[in-house]
């Protein structure tokens, strides 16, 4: 069982974070720090006491935007110990999940918190650990929530079903036509077709339109296999392409660049040739 450490420099948020752990049958003890010293003396003696000393904490459940040192701060510093315990973020802004990915985060769970949600996050880390990743369904669903998460997210009258390994745990197709995207707890449907290109960034994927663009927990493999109907490209490792939505195509020096909008993105070689076929068939046909 975990034993867990919750970080958040406002208190209800904490505390709201800490009864959901405490919730999960998974977690031996969640204890909370309120700012970044503090959650370094726990850790540090944690450390101290060794794997299996009364202080261990397995896993470091970190808010991002706090006064001082910031969580991804908190997670560099743990990172030089020989053995860190692991990261979970649990932040209101989704647009530091390839830094948290890059310090080798478990997760990178939204606020609002879903009880749902944040036991997949507990699942994961359980899974890393070798530990027993499974939660019963009463953990899957969530306790009913208090103060700070929406009503809506602690009233789910049936469970979740068991979650299976892979990256589509948060995020799924609600038709062939749509992409379902979750900020802040509220979940929006956005038309593929609207989709110019899709970045990636570490575990998810960054969709971009001509409004703006949506974080989703989907790999860009995944993405690219399941959009190849659609008119969706390869150019590169981190970009897929929607073929009818680029501008221009940019020969310069050996190298090759696309224009989408007012983006120019970069094409590899190894695509450029196979990008430049399709072209040429797209404006023919």
């Known amino acids: 069982m975990l034993r867990v450490l919750a970080v958040d420099d406002e208190k ?28 370094l003396r726990r850790v540090t003696r944690a450390l101290e006491s060794g794997p299996e ?3 261990r904490i397995d896993v470091v459940f970190l808010d991002i935007h706090m006064a001082g040192l910031t969580g991804l701060d908190i997670a560099r510093l743990l990172a030089g110990f020989a053995r860190p315990p692991l990261i979970v973020f649990v932040t209101a ?36 650990l070798g530990g027993p990743a499974g939660a019963p369904a009463a953990a899957a669903s969530g306790p009913p929530v208090r103060s700070q998460a929406p009503a809506a997210a602690g009233t789910r009258p049936a469970p979740q079903p068991p979650h299976r390994p892979g990256p589509e745990v948060t995020v799924a197709d609600r038709t062939a036509d749509q992409i379902a995207v979750e900020l802040g707890g509220v979940t929006r ?19 971009h339109t001509d409004g703006g663009s949506h974080l989703v927990r989907i790999p860009l493999s995944t993405l690219e296999q399941r959009w190849a109907a659609r008119g969706f490209v390869r150019i590169h490792r981190r970009h897929l392409v929607a073929l009818g939505r680029i501008d221009e195509l940019r020969l310069d020096a050996g190298t090759t660049s696309v224009r989408v909008g007012a983006a120019e993105l970069q094409v590899s070689r190894r695509h450029a040739r196979e990008l430049r076929d399709l072209l040429m068939r797209h404006a023919t046909g």
């Open 12 to 39: 209800p948020l904490l505390e709201e974070l800490l009864y959901l752990l405490r919730s999960d049958p998974r977690v031996h003890s969640a204890e909370g720090a309120s700012d970044a010293t503090e959650a």
């Open 93 to 128: 802004h989704e647009g530091f999940a390839v830094q948290a990915f890059d310090l080798k985060a478990v997760d990178y769970v939204l606020k609002p918190v879903r009880p749902e949600r944040l036991a997949e996050a507990v699942r994961r880390a359980c899974a890393q």
């Open 53 to 55: 000393g009364p202080d």
């Open 189 to 207: 449907f956005v038309a593929i077709d609207d989709i110019a290109y899709v970045e990636a960034q570490g575990d998810y994927a960054r969709l």
